[in-house]
């Protein structure tokens, strides 16, 4: 797990919550909690944390035996804080078990944060890998900070090879014209086996990176092709219902009625556990083979009567409670900073740094001010993009000081926003919107070290240099300004706001 453990007692919080909402939801009532571990008390505890985490993780192993990936499947919906989705898969990958249950629902979080990046086409663009030869994707960059604190040992060239058969795969799926074809073919088992071979591996980020693509396109062709066979199937029995028929065919020894069909729910179908809808689904494919082999129906004309509206009262809207936010002190937390902290938000400015090098190094040159980030496209000034690509930074020139400085004003701004974004997300979980409150803090006090350091250096470049180096320090100087301004104004909430209304009526 995470070496924090006020980090990973927020992730464990975030999980617990969303599970036990999701087995109050199946028992239609409330989950009884053990004591300590309920929502006030996690907010206001006290006590040790080490106590809480080894209750907590006791207490989760009991809600995994009672979750299925079908009801977690059913439960990340559009509606999903994506939040909560990494939080379960900071969880479920740090377990590393083994079992088809972990293996199955780290596979269907994944692909739920595949399938809705934070920015429109963000999965589209191409990078490098860190040695500058491997094509890296940027859900693989996302699925590595993601997973930036999990021990991930490196795959074994057998497993790499196994990657390397899902492309061909996913070319496989899309050529496919009808439900039948695709059972028929073997691939749900082949890639189940598949899956269940990469053992612990399974967990990598660029597993993961590889599968989620692969998942998102079988699912929606095995959508389009179930949609198509179970329209048809319907269509038939409707009418041969109007015939006065009610046998439409016989699939296995057994006669497949129109109430059989008028019963088939395709939303539910598609949310049961493998083994369930593996079955069902072959039985629909079985008997749209036998209903192409009978004649066409003649539908019967029918009196067309105006239909009675029924007045049916709109579903309540769940209402969101709102959770408030922790009071903080910004003087308070900066001054009681540990080195600990610092050296941790260094080690990712220096990882922010590294990327951006890569990035920039590769693209087309068209685009490589136009960096895309997690959550948001950084954009970089043309001198910014060219100290990124210097080989001089080691030299004890002014030129190579004057790029150096631009790396860390440009990772430093970086992180910030990065901060911002994470913590807009995390507005509903006290724990995590404090953490991140906790970075942006010491990314405050990094952006000073950097304001200082930019001071000397533009004092040296309006002596020695020329006026070119002095407008790119000024330009970067300012956007960080700008995201320090912006990232103490959210800390300190309405408070700053009413403080600036009275200084500006004084």
Not at 114 to 132: A, I, K, M, N, T
Not at 232 to 250: C, D, R, T, Y
Request: glycine share 6%; proline share 6%; with cysteine.
């Amino acid at each position: 797990m995470a070496e924090d453990p006020k980090w990973e007692l927020a992730i464990l919080a975030t999980v617990q919550g969303f599970n036990e909402k999701l087995l109050q939801d199946a028992v239609g009532g409330e989950v009884p909690v053990p004591s300590g571990l309920e929502a006030v008390s996690l907010q206001q505890s006290e006590g040790s944390v080490s106590e809480t985490l080894s209750s907590m993780r006791r207490w989760l192993r009991l809600l995994d035996m009672a979750i299925t990936p079908a009801m977690l499947r059913r439960a990340f919906t559009a509606d999903t804080d994506p939040e909560i989705a990494e939080a379960m898969l900071r969880y479920l990958t740090r377990k590393k078990d083994p079992s088809d249950v972990n293996r199955e629902k780290t596979d269907l979080v994944a692909t739920f944060l595949y399938r809705r990046p934070r920015v429109q086409g963000q999965w589209e663009r191409r990078g490098y890998g860190l040695d500058g030869s491997l094509p890296l994707a940027p859900f693989e960059i996302a699925m590595i900070e993601i997973l930036a604190e999990t021990d991930v040992p490196s795959l074994p060239e057998e497993h790499v090879q196994m990657l390397r058969r899902f492309d061909p795969l996913q070319k496989q799926v899309e050529g496919f014209r009808d439900l039948h074809s695709l059972l028929e073919s073997g691939i749900l088992p082949m890639v189940r086996q598949l899956k269940q071979s990469l053992d612990t591996s399974f967990y990598h980020p660029g597993v993961l990176a590889t599968i989620a693509p692969y998942n998102v396109v079988f699912g929606r062709k095995f959508n389009q092709l179930f949609h198509a066979a179970t329209t048809e199937i319907k269509s038939f029995a409707e009418a041969l219902e109007q015939q006065g028929g009610s046998i439409l065919g016989n699939v296995d020894g057994v006669d497949v009625t129109v109430e059989d069909v008028g019963s088939l729910k395709e939303p539910e179908l598609l949310n049961l556990d493998y083994g369930q809808s593996l079955q069902k689904f072959w039985r629909v494919s079985q008997l749209k083979k036998v209903l192409e082999r009978r004649p066409p129906l003649r539908r019967i004309p029918q009196l067309v009567r105006n239909p009675v509206k029924v007045h049916t009262p709109r579903p309540e809207k769940p209402v969101n409670r709102l959770i408030s936010k922790p009071v903080i002190d910004i003087t308070a937390m900066r001054a009681a900073l540990t080195p600990q902290q610092i050296s941790a938000e260094e080690s990712k400015l220096l990882q922010i740094e590294e990327s951006i090098r890569i990035f920039v190094r590769v693209a087309d040159p068209k685009f490589r001010q136009i960096v895309p980030m997690r959550f948001f496209n950084l954009a970089l000034t043309s001198a910014e993009a060219d100290a990124f690509c210097a080989d001089y930074l080691e030299e004890k020139s002014l030129q190579a000081g004057v790029a150096r400085i631009l790396l860390r004003l440009v990772a430093v701004t970086a992180r910030i926003t990065t901060e911002l974004e994470e913590l807009k997300r995390g507005e509903n979980s006290p724990s995590l919107w404090r953490l991140h409150a906790e970075s942006l803090v010491a990314l405050l006090e990094l952006a000073d070290g950097a304001h200082q350091n930019s001071g000397r250096l533009l004092t040296l470049a309006e002596r020695h240099g020329g006026k070119e180096q002095v407008d790119a320090l000024q330009k970067s100087v300012q956007k960080l300004t700008d995201a320090s301004s912006l990232a103490t104004k959210t800390l300190n909430g309405p408070q700053a706001e009413q403080s600036a209304s009275a200084s500006a009526s004084n």
